[in-house]
């Protein structure tokens, strides 16, 4: 990916954008955090990934969930929770090496047989776990994006097949409307309006999408009074995560 400078508020970088606690001066006390994570990328994941910084106990605790969602995702995908049936190096790796997420995995796939006899795989997440990742992946990318954090519990946070989504449904959600409101002199997302505009020569933001790793993750971080973040990962699952502002 291309390297944004960021010159937005140095007042908003006292704090752990993921859980508002001061960040320690102490080495090892906070943390750089790539948003998304590299473990839900392929390999090899792309220069300048986006990083943030987040105290040593958010940087730790969000792991399991994140293994969980990947091989969650790997495994839907690829229609079982085998390590050897899966798609993608990513979810075989995770289910390989972790029995307990392996197993957690599987219990949450059933088969179902349709009207015509067809079996399927239906899968039912911990849609808790799945939603903590994406919430957290959000922050980062308003953070990244717009220069601020945003602390407290979204509005709304959801998750679902694009594939279950309607037409209407499904334009809606990936035509992006950044608006006639330029974002915040200095931040990324000024930054990109800007290239894009006058130079288009921002080759990762694609019709206002951020564009992580093509067919892999893309984001789209807009502030129109809320800020609302919007996440294709793998182009199977579509997620939306809302912050009014006050
Ligand atoms: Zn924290």
Redesign the pocket.
């Known amino acids: 990916m291309e390297k944004i400078e960021d010159f937005s508020d140095e007042r908003h970088k006292a704090w752990?954008i993921?859980?508002?606690?001061t960040l320690s001066p102490v080495k090892g006390e906070s943390n750089k955090d790539h948003v998304p994570s590299q473990c839900m990328l392929d390999k090899e994941a792309p220069d300048n990934l986006p990083e943030v910084t987040?105290?040593r106990?958010?940087?730790t605790g969000f792991s399991s969930d994140e293994e969980y969602f990947v091989a969650f995702l790997g495994s839907v995908i690829s229609g079982n929770a085998d390590p050897k049936g899966q798609a993608f190096k990513r979810s075989e790796r995770v289910l390989a090496s972790n029995r307990k997420i392996q197993k957690a995995v599987e219990e949450s796939l059933t088969v179902q047989k349709d009207a015509s006899g067809n079996e399927r795989v239906v899968f039912a997440p911990d849609m808790e776990r799945i939603l903590r990742v994406i919430v957290k992946n959000a922050r980062g990318h308003v953070y990244f994006e717009h220069g601020q954090p945003v602390f407290g519990e979204p509005e709304h946070a959801a998750a679902v097949p694009l594939g279950v989504l309607t037409k209407d449904q499904a334009e809606a959600f990936l035509n992006v409307d950044h608006g006639e409101v330029w974002p915040e002199v200095g931040s990324r997302m000024m930054d990109r309006f800007a290239r894009t505009a006058f130079w288009d020569d921002d080759p990762d933001f694609v019709e206002g999408w951020v564009v992580v790793q093509p067919g892999v993750y893309r984001y789209a971080a807009i502030d129109d009074g809320r800020f609302i973040v919007r996440i294709i990962m793998r182009e199977y699952l579509a997620a939306e995560v809302i912050w009014d502002r006050d």
């Open positions: 752990c993921q859980c508002g606690k987040i105290c106990e958010c940087n």
